[in-house]
């Protein structure tokens, strides 16, 4: 079994910066996928930036250039760089974790918390 948990979510004023990371705990064999996706009130979740075993990232349009996602593989931790936030970023963030075939198997986390007002 693997353990996810996210940490760094905080209140924020318009413009400002956080950084989110996630924590993988267990059974991780090898380097996996790993995303982050967020939940605003009263919306669906969406994809917010993911980076694969080799280290390709992929962000949503709405964070490209303001957001940046990395991981220390040593250290089994994913993080997610928001820099320039708006209130419009206000959600619960959640960390995923997928462990590639022949595993197969996914992973969430609790989420966290990014309120960006003034």
């Known amino acids: 079994q693997v353990q996810v948990v996210e940490s760094g979510g905080d209140l924020v004023q318009p413009g400002g910066s956080l950084r989110l990371s996630c924590a993988a705990s267990g059974n991780i064999f090898s380097i996996p996928f790993m995303g982050w996706y967020r939940r605003a009130p009263g919306k669906q979740r969406e994809l917010v930036a993911t980076?694969?075993?080799?280290?390709?990232?992929n962000y949503s349009d709405s964070v490209k250039g303001r957001f940046t996602i990395s991981r220390d593989v040593t250290k089994h931790t994913a993080y997610l760089q928001m820099n320039n936030l708006k209130p419009e970023d206000t959600a619960v963030y959640y960390c995923?974790?997928?462990?590639?075939?022949?595993?197969?198997?996914?992973?969430w986390g609790q989420g966290t918390q990014v309120t960006v007002s003034s």
């Open positions: 980076i694969t075993k080799t280290n390709s990232t």
């Open positions: 995923n974790l997928y462990q590639y075939p022949p595993l197969n198997r996914d992973f």
